[in-house]
């Protein structure tokens, strides 16, 4: 007798109207490494497929999910080793998973998976703001903030959690990265590109994100 295990299928609530050149399969998820033909810049990256945790608790404070401490402020942010944690009130943050393996969810009850409740996207490159302008009435490039920083409020009129992960300043091109509910996924990509047309905004794949992400810490 033969015994036959279905796999895990996951889907992208996203689909960027571009050829795969290169892809990898990573528990359940077809990532794309490469896109054919992705330009000179700016990009926007489909990064759904990476871990995101919500985490809720009154002494949220005392806790360090994979190791790394929770910013004190709210609209603070920190990355370190391949983690994006963001302060998003008194008692509440988000654990964003950008590199390498994701960790092992700890047991606390704070912790709660989201990953496949939500979308995630990364635009950037040149002129990123000039496109976020298109999109909504926030300042992303006026707010006295050190990158990384959070804002929560609408991008294409959908609510979201949006983090400047750098300004433009000639050296590194700058960029952010956005949340949103996955059910937006279709109207946000056309809603994204659009605004993007006149700038030559295209699809890429993680590995042009990753690439982008290591320039950050240089």
């Known amino acids: 007798m033969t015994e036959t295990t279905n796999a895990i299928r996951r889907i992208s609530p996203v689909s960027l109207a571009a050829?795969?050149?290169?892809?990898?399969?990573?528990?359940?998820?077809?990532?794309?490494?490469?896109?054919?033909?992705?330009?000179?810049?700016?990009?926007?990256?489909?990064?759904?497929?990476?871990?995101?945790?919500?985490?809720?608790?009154?002494?949220?404070?005392?806790?360090?999910?994979?190791?790394?401490?929770?910013?004190?402020?709210?609209?603070?942010?920190?990355?370190?080793?391949?983690?994006?944690?963001?302060?998003?009130?008194?008692?509440?943050?988000?654990?964003?998973?950008?590199?390498?393996?994701?960790?092992?969810?700890?047991?606390?009850?704070?912790?709660t998976d989201v990953s496949e409740a939500t979308l995630m996207l990364a635009m950037f490159g040149p002129h990123v703001f000039g496109i976020?302008?298109?999109?909504?009435?926030?300042?992303?490039?006026?707010?006295?903030?050190?990158?990384?920083?959070?804002?929560?409020?609408?991008?294409?009129?959908?609510?979201?959690?949006?983090?400047v992960m750098r300004e433009d300043d000639g050296a590194v091109p700058g960029g952010i990265l956005w949340t949103c509910s996955r059910g937006y996924g279709r109207s946000m990509v056309h809603a994204v590109l659009d605004a993007g047309r006149e700038f030559g905004l295209r699809p890429a794949g993680e590995r042009r994100f990753t690439e982008w992400l290591d320039s950050l810490s240089r």
């Open 19 to 111: 050829v795969p050149e290169e892809r990898e399969e990573r528990d359940g998820w077809q990532v794309v490494m490469r896109y054919g033909n992705e330009g000179q810049g700016p990009w926007l990256v489909d990064l759904s497929h990476r871990v995101r945790w919500d985490v809720q608790d009154g002494r949220v404070d005392a806790l360090q999910p994979g190791g790394v401490g929770i910013p004190e402020e709210i609209g603070q942010c920190r990355l370190q080793d391949g983690l994006l944690i963001n302060r998003m009130n008194r008692t509440q943050a988000a654990v964003w998973h950008l590199e390498g393996a994701a960790r092992d969810m700890p047991s606390e009850s704070a912790y």
């Open 132 to 163: 976020c302008e298109k999109l909504s009435a926030l300042d992303l490039a006026g707010l006295q903030h050190r990158p990384p920083f959070l804002v929560q409020g609408p991008l294409a009129h959908v609510p979201c959690q949006i983090v």
